[in-house]
């Protein structure tokens, strides 16, 4: 039972769950933190505001499929990084944040202490899965074996846990033990068996994956095959099923081809996700048949759309015990391929509507990059007007993207997590001129990190979709036209690599790009409209 300071015991307890990267800005308060990171293994990383460095563990959680870690301090610090835990509640992706707190005698004492707020448990409840203030060095243990026991065995969401001051530097005892990893839910062999039974005799099934089955590719492509059944991801579920593959819809849950196509089906089986409002634009599925969910989280199994038969476990262990209940591949599975032929050509007729001005962009980016590229996006029109319907995608956890909060900034330093936790792969950023300048300021820390990220830019003077809604009602263009800096002489300034061009010079720039050690911004002009 050791003897140690509350920022070690936390420490201590970070590396006995194999964390290896921590994302983070050094604080007066957060000090006794860094006294013992600075005595570990673990990579540190500063961003150069908070907000990025929440993004940052965002992209390296979704590319890993390992918890994000961030350390910040109190009061601003905290305030910083609540956007990207709000974008991480939203899609569902595992992020803990550890920050200091008032002392035991400041608490709630509203004295104008340093960094004093009314309350940060209070804030960060509002936003993230839960918020804890521990009490006892054990306390603080006890709740970060708390916070990676529910990442691996329930819906994974964004944690808080707060350590007042005078604990993080104050010694006290810790009880060793190795953490219980806990029981990933799993459904009843009577469930699965009915599912199965329906599944057997659907003459026109149809399957939708979210993010929430990013971790059950093969498992999700072996269920398609058996049942000859179409396949429509969400944005977060791109590359779940190979969209190369003779099943695959692609990621075009958004578009209303694709939801005819889900709304004709005898059977639906819907796995990881919430069929909701940011995955369907403003659409509600109705389906004629019956609805199966399967969901490791039990609260939203009925959500949105109303099933009619459930499985609550994880993507993985259930779609694999559900295959141990079905046959082998049915050969009437060949009279859908001519339907699914039509309903693809109908989804790309659709998609070209509003995206087909990407269209060649996005075949240069396919052209120039390896199949298991990643690409971090933001809400940008590019993206999901482009990327998502233009790019194929043969690996899920490719395309990341800031679906449910849809928040500007996320691409650069997703990117940059991204690479620290892949860094043999390639990886892109993707952006807009008006997301860029949310967090443009983590181009120094790609730079101290040595990531060499291209970082594409398509440069429409302003934020191109507000703009293009304030036409369309009608309504005078208001704070939608920017005075943006040259990006590529910021680049430079940065210490980085920076070109701009029309689209024809991009293969070019991007394969320079890519054999760099740093980042390179490569901003593309002639977009505006």
């Known amino acids: ?15 006995a769950h194999g964390v290896d990267t921590v994302f983070g800005i050094p604080g007066t308060h957060s000090l006794p933190l860094y006294a013992a990171l600075a005595r570990c293994p673990i990579r540190h990383v500063t961003p150069r505001s908070e907000q990025g460095g929440g993004y940052a563990a965002d992209g390296y959680a979704r590319s890993s499929g390992r918890p994000g870690v961030c350390i910040v301090t109190s009061g601003p610090g905290l305030t910083n990084i609540a956007t990207p835990v709000g974008q991480a509640y939203s899609d569902s992706i595992p992020l803990l944040v550890i920050s200091p707190g008032m002392p035991a005698e400041i608490e709630g ?16 409840n509002g936003i993230a899965s839960w918020s804890h203030r521990t009490r006892t060095h054990q306390d603080a243990v006890n709740a970060i074996d708390r916070a990676f026991r529910e990442f691996a065995t329930s819906r994974p969401r964004p944690v808080h846990i707060e350590i007042p001051l005078d604990m993080l530097a104050e010694p006290g005892w810790v009880d060793t033990h190795k953490p219980y990893p806990g029981r990933v839910p799993a459904p009843l062999p009577d469930r699965l068996q009915a599912v199965a039974d329906v599944l057997r005799h659907a003459e026109s099934p149809a399957l939708v994956f979210g993010g929430g089955a990013r971790r059950a590719a093969r498992q999700a492509r072996k269920l398609a095959e058996r049942l000859g059944a179409g396949v429509v991801t969400t944005v977060n579920g791109k590359g779940v099923l190979s969209e190369d593959h003779p099943l695959s819809l692609g990621a075009s849950i958004r578009l209303q081809a694709a939801q005819a196509y889900l709304e004709s089906a005898d059977v639906l089986v819907a796995v990881g996700t919430e069929l909701g409002d940011s995955d369907l634009w403003g659409a509600c599925l109705r389906p004629r048949g019956t609805v199966v969910r399967l969901d490791i989280d039990y609260s ?9 038969l459930t499985l609550l476990g994880d ?66 029109m590019v993206c999901y007007y482009g990327f998502a319907h233009f790019y194929p995608q043969q690996h899920p956890s490719s395309f990341l993207y800031p679906t449910g909060f849809a928040t500007l900034g996320f691409s650069l330093p997703a990117a940059i997590g991204a690479k620290i936790a892949e860094p043999t792969r390639q990886v892109v950023a993707l952006s807009g001129d008006g997301g860029l300048l949310f967090t443009v300021g983590e181009i120094a820390t790609a730079v101290e990190q040595r990531l060499g990220i291209p970082i594409i830019i398509v440069n429409n003077q302003g934020y191109g979709e507000i703009r293009r809604q304030m036409v369309q009602a009608g309504m005078p263009r208001i704070g939608v036209d920017l005075a943006n800096p040259d990006f590529a002489d910021l680049a430079r300034a940065f210490g980085s690599h920076g070109v701009s061009t029309e689209l024809d010079g991009l293969e070019d720039a991007l394969g320079n790009a890519l054999d760099r050690d740093l980042p390179t911004i490569i901003e593309l002009k002639g977009w505006t409209r």
Not at 1 to 15: C, E, R, S, W, Y
Not at 109 to 123: A, C, F, N
């Open 300 to 308: 939203q199994l009925q959500k949105n759309v109303p099933a009619q």
């Open 315 to 380: 993507a993985a262990g259930t779609l694999t015990a559900l295959l141990e209940h079905l046959p082998g591949a049915d050969s009437s599975h060949g009279s859908r391929k001519a339907l699914l032929h039509a309903v693809r050509g109908e989804i790309q007729c659709e998609a070209k509507a509003d995206g087909a001005e990407w269209i060649e962009l996005l075949s240069v980016l396919e052209h120039s990059l390896s199949k298991d590229a990643i690409v971090t996006g933001d809400s940008a």
């Open 109 to 124: 004492g509203d004295r104008g202490y340093l960094h004093e707020m009314k309350s940060q448990v209070g804030m960060m």
């Open 1 to 15: 039972m050791p003897f140690v300071t509350g920022g070690q015991a936390v420490v201590d307890t970070l590396i």
